[in-house]
């Protein structure tokens, strides 16, 4: 690439544009988990309707990560970004305009549809448009990028919310992305450079469509199964979920022996360290998946705390997770290797039980200020875990599969969080006292469910603390690449 001034400038326009798609779409998710009380209120949302406004966005980003990938290399990368960019701003005024909470689910599945085609595309514009000796700096904004959507999601969410501008309530959190989303498609036809893989492989839609409707077959009858007094219906779903999943895997081989070309590489499974990390993304994402929702109702619809409240509560947390972070990566994981990640998950869960104990202690009259250190322990110990986890899981895999791994740590981590989303109704609202709420007990009765949703928290901490012993016990030196996708995926727990 030239070096010349004004291609110079072109190119910084180009990161701006990209780093501020990225932005949207981790404050987007983050946002909408403060708004949900209010959205309940004015649409009279049920509790399975709620969780579909945060599972229907991270099940169709998780369908759609590796097949947006796949679509940016075979139809050029800005193309790609442009669509996803168009769809993701159509898509949040869909859901800033819905009268209906069903509508809203709908158009929030189309945002994280719109989402997985734009997000994969970030990393390899950056990779195209910067050489080798920029991308470090690159790939710091970018972090800078990650940790600020993390910590400023919640607040902006709060805060919106409360000002219940032009008395649109909660519906600015969506439609503040229109300007911006219509600014980033200007200046993107403007300023970002087409690129395309050389050797892109053909789209499996066959493998797309088996494993979106085998997780659908899983996840919807877990999500609504609750509310509909698990049907019988919902378990043979469930149970037929594994034979198509199964199917997909047959596929997969028979596409891989026949162009090459499958959705997923299933011979990095043979590497034991991605294999067990593939294991640990699932694990972990379950966990955000849980932790986030419960949360957010605890606070919201149990104690009764305005939206800005609990935002501001959540400052701790994020502010530990990214210190924490900085730390694992510079100064840990380099000298103790995947002990620091162990000792994430145990400190994790030394949080997890803190607050427990908090919410059976205090009760209704529970502070923000005592909610303050099992945050903070817990944000220390995500923050262990998430930044060096990527480099760990892709540490052994060839080289050339690398960008494979990636794309399917990050779709599996995805599905890992609508899984959690999905178990909500088992784990939180499955034990939620509703004659209580009815009666005007609703923080004994959230607060009960609560601490019930944080024992299954803690015992997938356990699961996650076994499943890091297949890590290897030093990662090798990653490439730049893989560098950027586990600052990437540092950020996506705190949009869960």
């Known amino acids: 690439m030239s070096t010349d001034p004004p291609l110079d400038r072109r190119r910084w326009i180009a990161l701006a544009v990209v780093l501020t798609a990225s932005f949207m779409d981790l404050v987007d998710v983050t946002i909408v988990n403060i708004a949900m009380p209010s959205i309940s209120k004015d649409l009279g949302a049920s509790f399975s309707v709620l969780q579909?406004?945060?599972?229907?966005?991270?099940?169709?980003?998780?369908?759609?990560?590796?097949?947006?990938?796949?679509?940016?290399?075979?139809?050029?990368?800005?193309?790609?970004?442009?669509?996803?960019?168009?769809?993701?701003?159509v898509a949040s005024m869909l859901c800033g305009v819905a009268a209906d909470p069903h509508l809203l689910v709908a158009s929030r599945i189309l945002q994280g549809g719109t989402?997985?085609?734009?997000?994969?595309?970030?990393?390899?514009?950056?990779?195209?448009?910067?050489?080798?000796?920029?991308?470090g700096k690159v790939f710091g904004m970018f972090g800078a990028i990650v940790g600020l959507g993390a910590v400023s999601g919640p607040i902006l969410g709060a805060l919106l919310t409360e000002w219940n501008l032009f008395g649109l309530e909660w519906r600015p959190i969506f439609l503040v992305n229109l300007?911006?989303?219509?600014?980033g498609l200007i200046l993107g036809r403007?300023?970002?450079?087409?690129?395309?893989?050389?050797?892109a492989l053909k789209l499996d839609l066959v493998g797309v469509v088996l494993a979106t409707l085998g997780i659908v077959m899983f996840l919807y009858p877990l999500t609504q199964g609750r509310e509909l007094g698990w049907p019988l219906w919902g378990w043979l779903s469930m149970a037929g979920s594994a034979v198509v999943l199964a199917l997909f895997v047959r596929y997969e081989r028979h596409k891989k022996a026949k162009d090459g070309s499958p959705l997923v590489?299933?011979?990095?499974?043979?590497?034991?360290?991605?294999?067990?990390?593939?294991?640990?993304?699932?694990a972990f994402g379950i966990v955000?998946?849980?932790?986030?929702?419960?949360?957010?109702?605890?606070?919201?619809?149990?104690?009764?705390?305005?939206?800005?409240?609990?935002?501001?509560?959540?400052?701790?947390?994020?502010?530990?997770?990214?210190?924490?972070?900085?730390?694992?990566?510079?100064?840990?994981?380099?000298?103790f290797g995947r002990k620091v990640l162990q000792t994430g998950a145990l400190v994790m869960a030394a949080g997890v039980l803190t607050y427990i104990w908090e919410v059976g202690h205090f009760g209704a009259d529970i502070q923000p200020w005592q909610m303050a250190l099992p945050l903070v322990v817990m944000g220390a110990g995500m923050g262990l875990i998430v930044a060096p986890l990527t480099e760990a899981v892709i540490a052994e895999v060839?080289?050339?599969?690398?960008?494979?791994?990636?794309?399917?740590?990050?779709?599996?981590?995805?599905?890992?969080?609508?899984?959690?989303?999905?178990?909500?109704?088992?784990?939180?609202?499955?034990?939620?006292?509703?004659?209580?709420?009815?009666?005007?007990?609703?923080?004994?009765a959230f607060a009960d469910a609560y601490r019930h949703a944080m024992w299954w928290v803690a015992g997938l901490l356990g699961v996650v603390l076994a499943l890091m012993f297949a890590l290897p016990r030093r990662s090798k030196e990653a490439p730049a690449e893989s560098e950027a996708v586990a600052v990437e995926s540092a950020g996506e727990p705190m949009a869960a």
Not at 115 to 135: C, D, K, N, Y
């Open 398 to 444: 060839p080289r050339e599969h690398s960008g494979s791994a990636s794309g399917l740590i990050n779709t599996t981590q995805q599905l890992g969080n609508a899984v959690g989303l999905g178990l909500v109704s088992v784990v939180f609202f499955g034990v939620l006292d509703e004659g209580a709420v009815a009666e005007g007990r609703a923080a004994t």
């Open 52 to 89: 579909w406004i945060t599972e229907g966005y991270a099940l169709a980003f998780a369908a759609g990560l590796i097949t947006g990938g796949r679509l940016g290399d075979i139809f050029g990368r800005r193309k790609i970004f442009l669509l996803g960019m168009s769809g993701f701003t």
């Open 265 to 282: 590489e299933l011979s990095l499974f043979s590497v034991k360290s991605f294999a067990g990390g593939i294991g640990v993304q699932l």
């Open 288 to 335: 955000c998946g849980i932790f986030f929702l419960c949360w957010t109702l605890y606070m919201q619809l149990g104690l009764g705390w305005s939206p800005l409240r609990a935002g501001l509560t959540g400052i701790p947390f994020s502010l530990a997770v990214s210190v924490a972070a900085g730390m694992s990566v510079q100064k840990l994981v380099p000298r």
């Open 115 to 135: 989402a997985a085609l734009m997000v994969p595309q970030v990393l390899a514009i950056v990779h195209s448009t910067f050489p080798a000796h920029e991308r």
């Open 190 to 199: 403007r300023f970002i450079s087409e690129s395309r893989s050389a050797d």
């Open 179 to 183: 300007p911006v989303g219509i600014a």
